[in-house]
């Protein structure tokens, strides 16, 4: 897929990446111009997140797309791919910052999640030339372009010693909103958010809270709207209503890789179609 080069003082560079500390050099861009995202929101937590954290992410992510805002992210695996699928998942805008070229999408697992972000008019970004990898260095660094693209971060669920709250310490040095879910106090997975809670993020128990610290004035939150199904989607939702519902047998008949099938399942609850009544059931929610 092609992509465009902005050097640093060139007028397309964002200009909210030339007042950070090290300021990257360049950035490469795939899909839509990034420009000056506009109450732009990056959503980042947990690798391995909690039912509650995919819920809590998919759920006001899903709202603040609906309403316009572009919603920033990292590809990761865990809530940043649902928090990338939520806002997908009701043709909202949404931008992936890569700790790697674009030639070497990181993870493999979300190649095609990125191919889906930019075919949908959303944006890959990344500092790094086509053909680098992803380092130990790359993710911290990356997490800096992520809170400097967006007005607030939001860490729906993130451990004490997570790195999501690298980019809240970011977003925070840059001068930009930290908003943080409550959890539960006895999860491990809320440690991190609990935590910034109590330095002063800004609680989050719905999108309005959100968008009131935005500054963004919407009078009711509608239902978001079911949008057609892909075809992998629809074969793993086809498979749900013949009755196929534990994980393991849904792995087998579908031929799919494991985590590309976590991907559609969590879109499909997003999108309300099926939903989990027990751990590794799925039952179809829709007639």
Known sequence: MEFKLYNRGEKAFPYSLTSIP???????????????????????????????????????????????????SGLAIGLDSIAHLAALSVEGRTIAVLPSGLNNIYPRSNVNLAKRIVKHGGSLVT????????????????NRIIAALAQAVLIPEAAAKSGSLITAELALEQGKTVMAVPGNITSKLSEGTNELIKQGATPVTSAQDILESLGVTVTKLAPAPLRHLSEAETTVYQLIAQGVSLTDDLLKKSQLEPSVLNQILSMLEIMQAVEQPSPDTWTPKLG
Not at 45 to 54: A, F, H
Not at 133 to 139: E, G, R
Request: hydrophobic share 35%; proline share 9%.
């Open 22 to 72: 090290q300021p990257p050099r360049q950035i490469y861009v795939q899909g839509r111009e990034v420009g000056e995202l506009k109450q732009a929101v990056a959503v980042v937590g947990s690798r391995k997140p909690t039912r509650y954290g995919i819920l809590v992410t998919e759920r006001l992510t899903r709202q603040l797309a609906q309403v316009g805002i572009p919603i920033i």
């Open 127 to 142: 500092e790094y030339s086509p053909d680098e990898l992803a380092t130990n260095y790359s993710f911290p660094a990356r």
